[in-house]
């Protein structure tokens, strides 16, 4: 099977940008989570979806936004980018069974904001 | 709420020793716990994992980790290190029932090998 993909894997914008970054899931999960990995802060839950619904959601302010489509490919966006933002975006996925299934990490959006 | 420590943000060992990784936990409940490696441009990949199996929990080239209620420990180990073990570790919690498939991770542990 192939694994998380997630697109881009690079992008600059300036700060007040919006930018939207895309995952792919294991074909057959139905989960998505994703995490925002910084030097400072290190790894953060963003929020999780599962079959097109926000299950779960982490402490971030509502610039930080996700969907989740019926394929189960997922999006978050932030808006009004911030220096602060930028970071190692990193989507995971597993089949939406529970606490014990797997999360499978992609490689990671880097965005840099300046 | 649930937290994980990691003690030690670098570790440095060399070719063939052991390699000791810390990591304690703290929660109310049974905890399900990871231990995910990170290689430099990648994501993470996932070493082993306990579920309230096992206490002893082998996983991927050659790690175990060890789960101890009494310590509120999960110590990941490897007997052997090699050249190829340097990356970044990380230990995570899954949040208990209803917390679906939240990770908290520790601030990770940068594992260096040195000849």
């Known amino acids: 099977k192939a694994g998380v993909t997630q697109t881009p894997r690079y992008l600059i914008k300036t700060r007040g940008q919006q930018v939207t970054l895309s995952c792919s899931p294991i074909?057959?999960?139905?989960?998505v989570s994703w995490y925002q990995q910084t030097p400072g802060q290190g790894l953060q839950f963003l929020f999780e979806?599962?079959?097109?619904?926000?299950?779960n959601k982490g402490n971030f302010p509502g610039r930080f936004s996700g969907r989740q489509f019926s394929n189960s490919r997922s999006e978050m966006n932030v808006s009004t980018l911030e220096l602060g933002d930028s970071a190692l975006y990193l989507c995971?996925?597993?089949?939406?069974?529970?606490?014990?299934?797997?999360?499978?990490f992609g490689p990671g959006t880097r965005l840099l904001v300046l | 709420a649930q937290s994980v420590t990691q003690l030690g943000s670098h570790v440095s060992v060399s070719e063939g020793a052991l390699v000791l990784l810390r990591c304690n936990y703290s929660?109310?409940?049974?905890?399900?716990l990871f231990w995910y490696v990170q290689y430099p441009n990648q994501g993470l990949q996932l070493l082993l994992k306990?579920?309230?199996?096992?206490?002893l929990v082998k996983g991927i080239n050659g790690f175990e980790a060890e789960f101890k209620k009494s310590e509120t420990s999960f110590h990941l180990t490897k007997p052997s290190a090699h050249m190829s073990d340097a990356a970044e570790y990380f230990c995570?919690?899954?949040?208990?029932?209803?917390?679906?498939?939240?990770?908290?991770f520790g601030a990770g542990t940068r594992l260096a090998v040195h000849p």
């Open positions: 995971a996925s597993n089949p939406g069974s529970g606490n014990k299934e797997t999360q499978y």
């Open positions: 074909s057959g999960h139905r989960s």
């Open positions: 979806y599962f079959s097109e619904t926000q299950r």
């Open positions: 929660s109310s409940v049974p905890p399900y």
């Open positions: 306990y579920t309230s199996a096992a206490t």
């Open positions: 995570a919690v899954s949040e208990g029932p209803g917390g679906y498939n939240k990770l908290i």
